[in-house]
């Protein structure tokens, strides 16, 4: 069985601190997209990474895949309010049609 | 044009009746799936069609049936349903063939089954 793991599964912090979730895999991934996803909506792509050792940023956050393409982390500066939600880590196994999606990080950020 | 609309957004329904959630994307992606996600877990993949045609079932139940219309459109036929089968469903797009790369999501389809 594919698995994707994120940990931690649940993440309540003040505002302001950092955090980092992490997505890890015993798979090879042709590339890994990560979501973040409100309540009662669908899933809204943050960004995707292709290479291995990649990183993105977008904004506060940091986005970095790893060197042999089995994990991937999302580093949060600052964190605010409105990163409140479900960030869920998904992509496509190396030489398969299988698209699968972490197990979930719920992160909630108070003011 | 950015967005995948679905509709209705909430929906109940007996488990003797019959109902179509619809899924619509204008970006010109050729690829269109369904996901079942149930409260506090991630996506669960049902269905994939690629370039119109039905290319991933994954062992989803005959109660569900999805027809792509063109590739514009999705539906998702439901009969005769359980009350386990009440969930969120998503439907998401993607560009060409089975890259499944960068999904776009629609909004869901929150569905209550009595």
């Known amino acids: 069985t594919q698995l994707l793991e994120q940990s931690p599964q649940f993440l309540s912090i003040q505002e302001g601190e950092n955090l980092t979730v992490y997505c890890n895999s015993s798979s090879v991934f042709s590339s890994l997209q990560w979501y973040r996803q409100e309540p009662g909506e669908g899933p809204v792509l943050l960004v995707t990474?292709?290479?291995?050792?990649e990183v993105k940023k977008l904004k506060r956050l940091t986005f970095q895949f790893g060197d042999a393409r089995k994990d991937s982390s999302l580093h949060i500066t600052a964190a605010q309010p409105g990163d409140t939600g479900l960030y869920l880590c998904?992509?496509?196994?190396?030489?398969?049609?299988?698209?699968?999606f972490g197990t979930g990080t719920r992160l909630k950020v108070l003011a | 044009d950015t967005e995948v609309t679905q509709t209705p957004k909430h929906l109940v329904m007996g488990m003797t009746n019959k109902k179509s959630l619809k899924c619509e994307q204008h970006m010109g992606h050729r690829a269109m799936y369904w996901y079942k996600q149930k409260a506090k877990k991630p996506p669960e993949l049902m269905f994939v069609?690629?370039?119109?045609?039905?290319?991933i079932n994954e062992s989803v139940p005959s109660r569900f049936s999805p027809e792509c219309p063109n590739s514009s459109l999705l539906n998702l036929h439901l009969h005769a349903l359980q009350p386990e089968d009440s969930a969120l469903y998503l439907c998401?797009?993607?560009?060409?063939?089975?890259?499944?790369?960068?999904?776009?999501f629609g909004p869901g389809t929150r569905l209550t089954v009595l």
């Open positions: 998904a992509g496509v196994v190396a030489g398969t049609y299988k698209y699968i």
């Open positions: 998401a797009s993607s560009k060409g063939g089975l890259s499944y790369n960068e999904q776009f």
């Open positions: 990474v292709v290479t291995g050792g």
């Open positions: 069609y690629s370039y119109e045609k039905l290319s």
